[in-house]
């Protein structure tokens, strides 16, 4: 057991690491609101599921919050419109991923009015059924804002129907550097249980917990006082990574552990985060679609890190330059936390409803040590989270031996990074992991592929012979009605013959 959880009485957590913070960066200045900038630029494709349906069209007008995509599918969610303004661009944008790849994107113009739309707002939320609530978190848009961006109405509904018990809101953010979920919960305390207890009610949950690291004490404080009167619990868990992964938050709290590729539905649990709880609460309580969030703007390239309000679609280099602008040229961008970011090629890239930090780093923050050859020291194994075995994996994956890293537990590698963090030998282990995780993906979707085409073509070899068949058949029935023919005209002639002859 990690040291530091001995002293959490109830509290068991397998491995994990103690990066350097680095929250103090950006921690203690208040949540400001980024200007509007000129332009703002917003995907269709900002969460898990199918990209948002266009409803817009080159020179509409648009209010605050109006719909800018409808949800593409069952498994997808809306974007709308993060001001007022005009639309004056559809089309390809890079998008917010290391390829800096084009992405389906409207350009909006703000009119600097940032005028709302007509709210639907309830006179008592409560009153609502899950369902009709289930429908609005869907209806404003909301996904999972700690990274993962399943569309949260989804989870909602599944989990209603699945039967849970425990609704778990997770405030750790181990990320190093990051701290706006910090400054979410100490600011708007109020609004994020309110939150939880609309999610609590929509899903069917009975418990809610929320686990907040004891890094921050403002934070629990404040949640706290907000928490008094209700259900809502405030437990402490110990300041490790990564204790924001939700298996490992669940672990913790409740003492259960979710099966391995299972959801933690199976085992009663649901789990959303601070920012999440906060936008469920605006668009139930104000009637408002998620077009904006906090996003952490740090790392020591950064000249005044800080959080800020943020509007979909603005620029990474919109939110450097409220940050003060840059000290020299970083050495690298990240989307997110340094341990589980992504790498950006640039700054001329939108924020979208993931994005919860953005890191300017400069060479002494990240160093680049020269890997060594494995000293099978096994520190990676203490430090996985998972309970897995990173040495033996990675022997396997350079081995080529993809079956056997599978059978060590491979797809239950959460890629956190813990151990290349700790390996002595500056082994890049999770970039072995993710490149085998690719390599089977496109041996999956190959294989996928291959057996579409097998039954493609069986489909269409037993379409020929039903065709032949079916030919087959019809000259066999016109050659009978041809003999039937000729057999009556035969017994006519004979029948005549026979008449000449009485």
Not at 15 to 23: A, F, I, L, N
Not at 218 to 245: F, L, N, S
Not at 468 to 492: D, F, H, L, P, Y
Request: aromatic share 4%.
């Amino acid at each position: 057991m990690n040291p530091l959880a001995r002293l959490f009485t109830g509290f068991r957590a397998r491995g994990g690491v103690h990066p350097e913070g680095r929250k103090e960066l950006s921690a203690e200045p208040p949540i400001r609101i980024l200007p509007l900038p000129e332009r703002l630029y917003v995907p269709l494709h900002q969460h898990v599921g199918a990209p948002a349906r266009l409803a817009v069209v080159v020179g509409d007008t648009v209010l605050k919050g109006q719909l800018l995509g409808a949800s593409g599918g069952n498994i997808s969610a809306p974007v709308h419109a993060p001001t007022s303004g005009r639309v004056v661009a559809i089309g390809d944008f890079p998008s917010p991923h290391p390829s800096g790849l084009p992405t389906a994107t409207v350009t909006l113009s703000p009119d600097g009015r940032d005028q709302w739309i007509a709210a639907d707002v309830p006179e008592d939320p409560f009153r609502l059924t899950p369902e009709e609530i289930a429908n609005r978190v869907g209806a404003a848009g909301i996904v999972g804002l700690g990274g993962a961006t399943f569309p949260s109405a989804v989870k909602l509904n599944l989990s209603r129907r699945s039967g849970i018990t425990t609704l778990i809101i997770n405030g750790g953010e181990c990320e190093p550097y990051l701290t706006c979920d910090d400054r979410l919960m100490r600011e708007r305390a109020e609004g994020i249980v309110e939150g939880i207890r609309l999610i609590a009610y929509a899903a069917g949950a009975k418990e809610m917990l929320v686990g907040i690291e004891d890094n921050k004490p403002e934070a629990i404080a404040a949640m706290r006082r907000a928490a008094q009167g209700t259900e809502v619990q405030v437990k402490v868990v110990p300041a490790m990574y990564p204790m924001g992964w939700d298996k490992q938050m669940i672990q913790v709290l409740t003492g259960r552990e979710v099966p391995a590729e299972g959801r933690s539905a199976e085992i009663g649990v649901l789990v959303h985060n601070v920012a999440t709880a906060w936008a469920v609460y605006q668009a139930i309580c104000y009637g408002r679609p998620l077009v904006s969030r906090v996003v952490t703007v740090s790392g020591a390239a950064v000249v005044a890190p800080g959080n800020l309000e943020v509007p979909i679609g603005a620029l990474a280099a919109d939110l450097v330059k409220a940050c003060g602008g840059l000290i020299g040229e970083p050495q690298r961008l990240v989307l997110g936390g340094p341990m589980m970011g992504t790498q950006l090629p640039h700054l001329n890239v939108p924020m979208v409803k993931g994005s919860s930090g953005l890191l300017a780093l400069t060479g002494k923050e990240i160093g680049l040590p020269k890997p060594a050859p494995c000293i099978r020291c096994s520190t990676c194994v203490r430090a996985c989270p998972v309970g897995l075995l990173p040495l033996e994996m990675v022997a396997r994956i350079r081995a080529s031996d993809l079956a056997a890293a599978v059978g060590l537990g491979l797809k239950d590698c959460i890629g956190c990074g813990s151990c290349s963090y700790v390996c002595p030998a500056h082994i890049p282990l999770v970039h072995f992991f993710n490149y085998a995780k690719g390599e089977l993906t496109a041996q999956e979707k190959g294989k996928l592929r291959s057996e579409a085409t097998k039954k493609l073509a069986e489909a269409r070899q037993e379409r020929m012979d039903r065709i032949v068949r079916e030919r087959e058949e019809a000259a066999r029935q016109r050659a009978a009605r041809k003999a039937a023919q000729e057999a009556a005209k035969k017994a006519a002639v004979e029948a005549a013959k026979t008449a000449e002859v009485a």
